[in-house]
């Protein structure tokens, strides 16, 4: 009894320890507008998905750069542990328990929202969805997603292959982890032209967990069960799809002409490979909306209408020039 | 009948002609040895899963030479490169295991080893210098290592249970790796470093042959030298060993510092063949696959007797079963259960309670055969 | 040999055979158990006692023979299951939970059930109860068993049997680790048990014992079965005789004749030790042992003997007081700081702090040399099969195979294998503690030799056993202690014997 006691305290320490190691930009803590009675800072919880990506970054950098004090809100950003949903549960509650004035949530994971949801608006808290959706929709639970348009993305990225495609080509899909909202909405909207085009032949989909190393890894079993016989990569990320890229040219292959690899995001490094002629196709996936979400708050706080979906509008790359020409002002 | 047809003075010999007797008893003597090995049933795994490949294309296992790049290539020589990082991590958990210790933090340090390595290069001026690489190898390797000692001091010095112990680096190393990248995900490029685990000597992946060498010097230590032992018996019996003079608390440390070392090296194979350190995923989850690989190589998770050849058979399966699952194309969705009922069947053909209880039924069997034959004579 | 009428057999075991991969442990063996009767099983170590008593709880599978049960053949299936069809098995190696509390262990399966699941003071009142019968009282069942001494966990052992109200209890070396009044009392118990209707399998080296005690006697040897007999067909002499299979004469008389004559009186003592305190363990000890001398360290279980050895050898840590070896000043941080000052301590705790079971013969014997030389210079394949034939022929260990593994053979041989281990560090000191507890005689009197030879090479030998008399029969020079403190030294002498050391022992501490 006594060391499960001790074993639990040592986790709780260690779990408290690593915490503190992360989250440099936090700003709860023995900051004296922690309660906000009183104050005029409008206390915003922004329950974020954490290190993930160079989109993730630029995303949530963004935000804290947007919600500043100078503008009027103290943010607590909270990320989650290796993307664990549970952590961003245990945050979001803490949240509605402080009383904060609103919640930002990008889930994880998309199920498994509604109790903590409703939570929030017995405590009149208004929570505005940040890039990522929930399962089900729940439309009265929130006040608004704002978010670039993942099926419409994935749309122009299955519009970009079957012009590159010709009579008939393989193509293989590198998704994120099963079960998340943003994988089932860029395949909706991929398999939505896909299904449309008969000369798009899918010979497989596999997840590489939006990591580069397991994309390599996936790609090159891939290429050599399919005799290299693969035209179009669809990586749902860039990471992914720098993998791939890595995994083709191993393969003895030239990316960019025998197989050509789109992604989404739209990262720097996405590209500098895209003005490298390594990737074909990148669309962005915008993700610079910190002042559409503090205008969603404001007019949320003056009780104002909001749309309940804000689409972010995204721009593509499908050349080595548009890259180029893009990448002195890319911020991410 | 035959046999008594054969001549006199071969009096044992009850097969055909053209045979000669001692061979066969031989083979099947050998085969027998090798059965009872801890790790034969991961080696009879791994054969049957590239039989199952080779079904799917009877190609599977040609090694073709490519002319332009000097490489073999083919399924078996990925194979050996996805098993590269997991031998090394292997290795140092059996170590480990056979102290009844358990090491859960190899797959952070792998991140946090990685992350000082990347971080390291892309502020590097002259990361493409072989000097950049190796001092990022050192740094990586150092930082293992104190990692590694941070976990044996805390099991032997302070106390604390392993599990505790390595939980808390588990999440401290890669909190650590968060802090060194600033919480990206760095990325650099140096051709010497990215040379460790893309590179090719002799036609064969660099970073298997390293691996190879490591974990075989590692063997070799243990077995040529008394530490083998002294680690079982610390494992087996601590009062005992402790009593008989053995310096448990050193031995102990040695493992886990072992640990540390090896998946720094692991930490850079998984960084180096993309250039990229994924801070919340390289390394995830790879103290799991290091566990199996070491129990799926007969040592028990109790502690006391450990086989690192076992341990290489388990990691080769390892790799093995994941290449497959990609061959085949079996789906996302389904691959963990796939992968789960592989070890699950493996682990029931080695557990001496499943043994044991197969043989009682055949025995039960041949006994009420032998009762049928009885009544009827 | 005629069956009385209510003495029905309870259990038989005919024709019983067990084999482990090379060996044949039982060979067409039989045991008839009948209620109200103790019978003894006698025979030396590795005559296949212990085999036998596991044979018939199902902890091993017997290849042939059967055994019945109020006439049934049944098939048991280990402990748990002998249990409950009434036999209960008191194992020489305590094999209670040491980390879970008195009360729980006397009554794990057969707790006192309430409404709200297990009643635990009902429990534990039950469990007192029954350690009472054992004239254990004042014992609180809510402390863990490992506060107790093995003597009393023995007893809890027994009283587990006792609340399990089982019809056949096997005691296998019940007494090995009890002082008279302990065994006493245990007879007390067992004879209460055996007028109930009992039928107890009793297991012991102490003839003395054995013919107190029992009714009939089965004898095995070598796993073969030599006979059963009234007790009262027997003596001494002649159940040695059955059990040895030829005349007894090894158990000759040891001289005490003194090696101690040419010693230099100038020369520094081996080991000296001067105001050596440990709280709770050793009050401030100055004692001096010179080579070649035998030191018997005597007093009951508890007194301080055991506690004082485990300081001499690093194993615990002294807080104050210090140590000299051949006149050096030295600090005994650890066992392996010992073993540099070629102190060895063979401990009394065979299982737990003594032989590694699932190491072979080899490397338990190599063990502690191999230590003291370091991991990095292994000794050589032929280095270690000298060590290990010299010993495996010195101590006539059975069988003479070093590729076996230790937990497959009996006490006596792994106790002669611990001493090997022990002589291969060469030690100048060797600290003996408990060795011959639980073995058989011809082995016993095989270790009372090397003693004597250890000596006589100028090996200083501190000797602790249970049994007076051999201390008596082995030592130069005797320490008695008492109360964790050292209460007499007598130089042996004619005038030194055991009534002697026991009167020492009784008068001090009651005339203060």
């Known amino acids: ?332 | 009948m035959k046999s008594s047809a054969s001549p006199p003075d071969h009096p044992g010999s009850t097969s055909g002609p053209g045979t000669t007797p001692t061979k066969p008893g031989a083979v099947t003597g050998w085969l027998k040895r090798l059965f009872r090995l801890p790790w034969a049933g991961a080696i009879a795994a791994i054969i049957v899963l590239l039989a199952i490949d080779l079904m799917a294309d009877s190609s599977y296992l040609a090694v073709s030479y490519n002319s332009s790049t000097g490489h073999l290539v083919g399924n078996l020589i990925d194979i050996m490169r996805a098993a590269a990082p997991v031998l090394m991590i292997a290795t140092g958990m059996t170590l480990v295991i056979a102290t009844a210790g358990i090491d859960l933090s190899v797959g952070s340090v792998m991140a946090a080893a990685g992350a000082v390595s990347m971080e390291f290069l892309s502020n590097n001026q002259n990361a493409a210098s072989a000097s950049a690489a190796l001092s990022a190898l050192a740094l990586a390797l150092a930082l293992g290592t104190v990692l590694g000692l941070a976990n044996g001091l805390l099991v032997t010095a302070v106390g604390l249970q392993p599990f505790i112990s390595t939980l808390v680096m588990m999440l401290a190393a890669r909190g650590l790796a968060k802090v060194i990248t600033g919480g990206q995900n760095a990325r650099a490029t140096s051709e010497p470093f990215r040379f460790i685990a893309n590179g090719y000597v002799l036609g064969l992946p660099v970073v298997f042959l390293i691996a190879l060498v490591i974990a075989a010097s590692v063997a070799l230590v243990c077995r040529r030298t008394a530490l083998g032992m002294m680690i079982e018996a610390v494992g087996l019996n601590p009062r005992a060993a402790r009593l008989a003079g053995l310096r448990s608390r050193g031995l102990i440390l040695t493992t886990y510092v072992v640990s540390g070392l090896l998946a720094a090296i692991a930490g850079v194979f998984a960084t180096a063949s993309v250039m990229v350190v994924d801070v919340s995923n390289t390394g995830y989850l790879m103290e799991m696959d290091a566990i199996l690989a070491v129990v799926i190589g007969g040592t028990s998770l109790a502690g006391g007797k450990f086989s690192l050849g076992g341990a290489a058979a388990g990691a080769l399966l390892i790799a093995t079963l994941d290449k497959t699952v990609l061959f085949l194309g079996v789906p996302a969705s389904a691959t963990p259960a796939f992968k789960a009922a592989v070890i699950i069947a493996l682990c029931l053909l080695q557990s001496q309670r499943a043994r044991s209880w197969l043989a009682s039924i055949k025995a039960s069997r041949r006994s009420r055969a032998d009762q049928t034959e009885a009544v009827a004579a | 040999m005629t069956e009385p009428g209510p003495n029905r057999p309870i259990v038989e075991m005919k024709g019983i055979t067990v084999e482990f991969p090379g060996v044949r442990a039982l060979d067409d063996v039989r045991l008839e158990l009948r209620a109200g009767e103790v019978h003894a099983l006698m025979g030396e170590n590795g005559a296949g006692k212990s085999t036998l008593i596991k044979a018939l709880t199902g902890v091993y599978r017997i290849d042939a023979g059967q055994i019945l049960l109020d006439g049934e053949p049944i098939r048991l299936s280990g402990t748990r299951d002998a249990e409950a069809h009434g036999i209960s098995t008191v194992y020489q190696e305590i094999n209670l939970c040491t980390n879970i509390s008195i009360g729980e262990n006397v009554m794990l399966g057969q707790e006192v059930r309430g409404r709200f699941g297990i009643n635990w003071r009902k429990t534990h009142a039950a469990a007192r109860a029954a350690l009472e019968l054992l004239s254990l009282t004042g014992i609180d069942t809510r402390a863990p068993l490992g506060s107790l001494s093995l003597a009393v966990q023995q007893l809890v052992a027994i009283a587990r049997a006792v609340v399990r109200h089982s019809r056949v209890l096997i005691l296998d070396e019940p007494t090995s680790s009890l002082d008279a009044r302990e065994v006493a009392n245990l007879f007390e118990v067992v004879r209460q048990l055996r007028d109930s209707g009992v039928a107890i399998l009793f297991v012991s080296h102490f003839l003395d014992q054995v013919f107190e005690l029992s009714d009939r006697v089965t004898v095995l040897r070598n796993g073969s079965y030599v006979g059963q007999y009234a007790i009262t067909e027997l003596d001494q002499m002649s159940l040695i005789a059955k059990m040895i299979g030829r005349e007894f004469e090894a158990y000759q008389e040891i001289a005490s004749s003194s090696v101690l004559d040419s010693q230099d009186d100038a020369a520094p003592p081996a080991l000296a030790t001067t105001r050596l305190t440990r709280r709770g363990a050793i009050a401030p000890t100055s004692l001096s042992f010179r080579r070649g001398e035998v030191i018997g360290l005597a007093g009951l279980l508890g007194s301080g003997r055991t506690e004082l050895a485990r300081l001499l050898f690093g194993a615990d840590r002294a807080e104050s007081g210090s140590v000299m070896v051949a006149g050096r000043k030295v600090s005994l941080s650890s066992p392996a700081a010992a073993l540099a000052h070629k102190i060895a301590l063979s401990s009394e705790n065979r299982r737990d702090e003594g032989v590694i079971g699932d190491f072979t013969v080899r490397e338990n014997i190599i063990l502690a040399r191999q230590a003291r030389r370091g991991w990095a210079r292994p000794l050589s394949r032929r280095e270690q099969d000298e060590l290990v034939s010299k010993y495996t022929r010195a101590f006539d260990i059975r069988p003479a195979d070093p590729d076996r593994l230790v937990r497959f053979m009996s006490g006596g041989n792994q106790q002669k294998i611990l001493l090997g281990r022990w002589l291969a560090t060469e030690p100048q000191v060797l600290i003996l503690d408990e060795p011959t507890r639980g073995i058989d005689i011809g082995a016993k009197a095989d270790i009372q030799n090397v003693v004597r030879d250890l000596a006589a090479s100028g090996v200083t030998v501190i000797f602790i056993s249970s049994e007076l008399e051999e201390v008596v029969r082995l030592a130069d020079r005797i320490v008695v202690l008492k109360d964790h403190r050292v209460i007499a030294e007598l130089t042996n002498g004619p005038d030194v014997s055991v009534d002697a050391i026991v009167g020492i022992i009784a008068r001090e501490g009651q005339t203060p």
């Open chain 1, 1 to 332: 009894m006594k060391k499960t006691c001790l074993a639990i305290a040592a986790l709780a320490l260690a779990v408290s320890l690593t915490a503190c190691g992360e989250d440099q930009g936090t700003s709860s803590g023995g900051d004296p507008t922690t309660g906000g009675g009183g104050d005029e800072l409008i206390t915003v919880g922004f329950v974020a998905v954490g290190p993930e990506g160079a989109w993730r970054q630029a995303n949530e950098q963004n935000m804290q750069d947007t919600f500043t004090k100078e503008a009027g809100f103290d943010l607590k950003y909270a990320p989650a542990t290796n993307l664990d949903q549970k952590s961003q549960i245990d945050a979001f509650t803490s949240f509605v328990d402080e009383g904060v004035d609103v919640i930002l949530l990008s889930a994880t994971e998309g199920s498994g929202w509604e109790a903590s949801l409703e939570r929030a608006q017995e405590a009149e808290i208004p929570v505005i969805l940040i890039d990522r959706g929930i399962e089900p929709d729940r439309t009265d639970l929130y006040v608004t997603r704002i978010a670039p348009d993942n099926v419409v993305v994935a749309k122009g990225v299955a519009e970009w292959a079957v012009s590159q495609c010709g009579d008939s080509c393989n193509y293989f899909t590198l998704e994120g982890p099963a079960g998340v909202s943003v994988v089932n909405e860029r395949n909706t909207g991929w398999d939505e032209v896909a299904s449309a085009n008969p000369q798009l032949k899918k010979v497989g989909a596999q997840t590489a967990n939006w990591s580069t190393d397991e994309a390599k890894s996936v790609f090159e079993t891939v290429l050599k069960s399919n005799s290299n016989n693969i035209q179009i990569v669809f990586a749902q990320n860039d990471e992914m799809g720098l993998g791939a890229v890595q995994a083709v040219e191993e393969a003895g292959l030239t990316p960019g002409v025998d197989v050509k690899i789109a992604t989404i995001d739209g990262t720097e490094n996405a590209l500098k490979a895209l003005a490298d002629g390594k990737l074909s196709f990148v669309a962005e996936y915008n993700p610079l909306f910190g002042e559409t979400a503090l205008d969603v708050v404001r007019k949320a706080l003056a009780g104002e209408a909001v749309e309940s979906y804000i689409i972010v509008p995204s721009t593509t790359f499908d050349s080595p020039e548009a890259a180029a020409a893009a990448l002195p002002e890319r911020k991410y």
